[in-house]
């Protein structure tokens, strides 16, 4: 069975290390690695009619913004250094939403920064990593 990594970004120092430690991987492997940034969005938020009327384009603009500032430079390095790479960027939970592309892209091994851009959220809630580390059907790698 053929590697297919999968590293979450999301800006952090932490993140840095994990994609540097899935790129690592993914060259030693001559895997595919998919980057992934996931913009935390709720379905579930109460929004006036005007709100919702904007909501999808504010979506799509997010999307871009996220593409072009933060995962088309990191797909850029890693193609010029000859990694397979595809970028990614969706809404949603993040623990979740990664778990649904791991498993849409046949994804063997996650791969996430221990600490994320949130520590507050973290202690309240959970940490990505723990939830995925609990929940994904793939192996799960949390770089500290």
């Known amino acids: 069975m053929s590697s297919v990594l999968m590293v979450g970004v999301d800006g952090s120092n932490c993140g840095g290390r994990a994609l540097e430690y899935a790129a690592g991987h993914a060259r030693e492997l001559a895997a595919r690695l998919y980057v992934a940034f996931v913009i935390e969005w709720s379905p579930f938020s109460f929004s ?5 009327m904007e909501r999808h384009k504010r979506r799509e603009e997010e999307l871009k913004r996220a593409h072009a500032e933060i995962i ?4 850029s390095r890693l193609k010029s250094e000859g990694i397979d790479v595809v970028g990614l960027v ?21 791969i996430v920064g221990r600490q994320g851009t949130s520590k507050l959220k973290a202690h309240v809630f959970g940490s990505v990593g723990s939830h995925l580390v609990q929940g994904a059907e793939c192996a799960v790698t949390v770089v500290p």
């Open 48 to 52: 006036t009619v005007q709100e919702n």
């Open 72 to 75: 088309d430079p990191i797909v």
């Open 90 to 110: 969706r809404h949603g939970d993040v623990a979740e939403t990664l778990q649904i592309l791991a498993k849409e892209n046949d994804v063997t091994n996650i």
